[in-house]
């Protein structure tokens, strides 16, 4: 008997590391493309300030712009589950966005109830996450703060993704 198992034992702990290994090599594949994605990989060309740029001298000029009647800020849905691709929702007001109670409500199992807000401040709009889990990601960096929305920013919380026009 003691025979008999000795090489189904083998057999199985080779197993054994042959999956442990795969699953190994998968971590490092996982981590190696989203350190590329950070660093630049597969992101949308630049749309805003410069990386290091507080974006305050942009926001400041906006302020001071002479009032145009053509400022239309709207948040233009790329795929997010309960919304048809292709609406926009006008944010001339501001919006919240999550899973509660709020103005743009979304159906992801990764928003928190009330995740982020869309504020107007003169002619410029802000966003900023408000302590959600899983976090808001504006051009796919995570936000860190309240940032400045410029034209063609895209925003992203869990799988929903949406665009800023202007």
């Known amino acids: 008997m003691q025979v008999a198992l000795q090489p189904v034992s083998v057999a199985l702990k080779y197993g054994f590391l042959v999956v442990l290994y795969l699953f190994l090599m998968w971590v490092v594949w996982s981590t190696t493309r989203d350190l590329r994605r950070g660093r630049g990989g597969r ?10 740029d507080t974006g305050m001298y942009d926001a400041s000029e906006a302020l001071a712009a002479p009032e145009v ?14 919304h048809e691709p292709g609406i926009a929702y006008d944010l001339m007001d501001g919006a919240t966005l ?21 504020s107007r401040q003169g002619r410029v709009l802000v966003i900023e996450d408000l302590g959600s889990t899983n976090g808001t990601y504006l051009n796919e960096e ?24 202007q």
């Open 43 to 52: 992101t949308l060309p630049a749309v805003g300030p410069a990386p290091g």
């Open 98 to 118: 999550g899973r509660g109670d709020v103005e743009i409500r979304l159906d992801d199992p990764f928003a928190s109830a009330q995740h982020a807000r869309i």
């Open 142 to 165: 995570p936000l860190s703060g309240p940032q400045p929305l410029y034209d063609g920013d895209r925003i992203r919380i869990g799988e929903s993704e949406f665009s800023y026009l």
């Open 69 to 82: 009647d053509d400022f239309e800020p709207r948040l233009l849905v790329e795929r997010a589950a309960g």
